[in-house]
Nanobody, 120 residues
């Protein structure tokens, strides 16, 4: 049932960097809009970075200039490069694959999550 697998999380000091990876099946990757979400304890899940259906990228204001989303089509993988990490970036990060059809979704898939902790 698992179609998205995240990796790359861990413990890092403030100002450090991490790169998250999300491996998808080819059938999902070739058709879906990919993105990264995060959820901190006691807070709502939020979109961090994502692609639009036209291939553009969008970021939540708090990570602009620090995070970069990218993809490698040959590897069916999407990445989130996180630089200049701050304690407020601490959260579980989830990969998302969403296929829009008409007025709704054909599917909306989530990975298992990977923990990112930014602390001294």
């Amino acid at each position: 049932q698992v179609q998205l697998v995240e990796s790359g999380g861990g413990l890092v000091q403030p100002g450090g960097s991490l790169r998250l990876s999300c491996a998808a099946s080819g059938s999902i990757f070739s058709r879906a809009v990919m993105g990264w979400y995060r959820q901190a304890p006691g807070k709502e899940r939020e979109l961090v970075a994502g692609f639009t259906s036209s291939g553009s990228t969008k970021y939540v204001d708090s990570v602009k200039g620090r995070f970069t989303i990218s993809r490698d089509n040959a590897k069916n993988t999407v990445y989130l490069q996180m630089n200049s990490l701050k304690p407020e970036d601490t959260a579980v990060y989830y990969c998302n694959a969403r296929r829009y059809v008409g007025s709704g979704y054909e599917y909306d898939l989530w990975g298992q999550g990977t923990q990112v902790t930014v602390s001294s």
